[in-house]
């Protein structure tokens, strides 16, 4: 069975327990997905579920795209996805609902960080900085020495410092199911999820049960 769906962010709240305990939960538009293609094993080398998600206008999409959904009568979708699947059950055209995920078990969730542009050491990676006196008055927030003089002569690749921070896919692992609302579309996952308000998510079955 396919536990995976594509769905957005819309934000975060709080619900309460039989405990008066506030949980903090993101709440995801999560489907309803279509399955738009069956992968198989003899055909393509692997097995997968393509499902495709959000309905927009026609002239939004490209004719191969246009004419990739209309083998099965779907209507215009603007997300594409796979979910990789031992044994695909579905059918092309078939519609999948959030009520594929219960309330009390875990799943992962894909997304894309929060752009943050160019940024420096102290807020990309943590450095402290250095001293706020003698003298330092413009290395308060410098990364200080990148490497060696004579040996090794240069800075290694990879070495942690300024640069281009976020707009990175992320995966949240093991998030706890607290709401499914199958009428409204609604998944609750206890925690925070990766990205923006209105930021695509994939939502697979936790690897780590």
Do not use: W
């Not at 069975?1 to 709080?14: D, N, P």
């Not at 309460?16 to 489907?31: C, H």
């Not at 692997?46 to 998600?53: D, K």
């Not at 206890?190 to 990205?195: F, L």
């Amino acid at each position: 069975m396919l536990k995976g769906l594509i769905g957005k962010k819309i934000g975060m709240t709080q619900i309460f327990d039989e405990t008066g305990a506030a949980i903090p939960v993101t709440l995801i538009e999560a489907g309803p997905c279509y399955v738009t293609q069956v992968r198989t094993q003899g055909s393509d080398g692997y097995s997968a579920v393509q499902l495709g998600f959000e309905e927009i206008k026609p002239r939004r999409l490209t004719g191969g795209q246009l004419g990739h959904l209309k083998r099965t009568d779907l209507p215009p979708l603007r997300f594409l996805r796979e979910f990789i699947i031992s044994d695909p059950e579905l059918q092309e055209g078939d519609k999948v609902t959030v009520d594929v995920f219960v309330k009390g078990e875990y799943i992962d969730v894909i997304g894309t960080s929060k752009g943050k542009g160019f940024q420096g050491g102290v807020k990309r990676y943590h450095f402290r900085g250095g001293p706020r006196t003698h003298g330092q008055s413009d290395r308060l927030r410098a990364p200080g020495a990148r490497s060696s003089g004579t040996t090794p002569g240069r800075v290694y690749k990879g070495s942690r410092g300024p640069g281009h921070m976020g707009n990175h896919r992320v995966t949240v692992q093991k998030l706890l199911v607290v709401l499914v609302d199958a009428e409204r579309n609604l998944l609750g996952v206890r925690g925070a999820v990766p990205g923006a308000k209105g930021g695509l998510l994939l939502i697979k079955e936790a690897r780590k049960q």
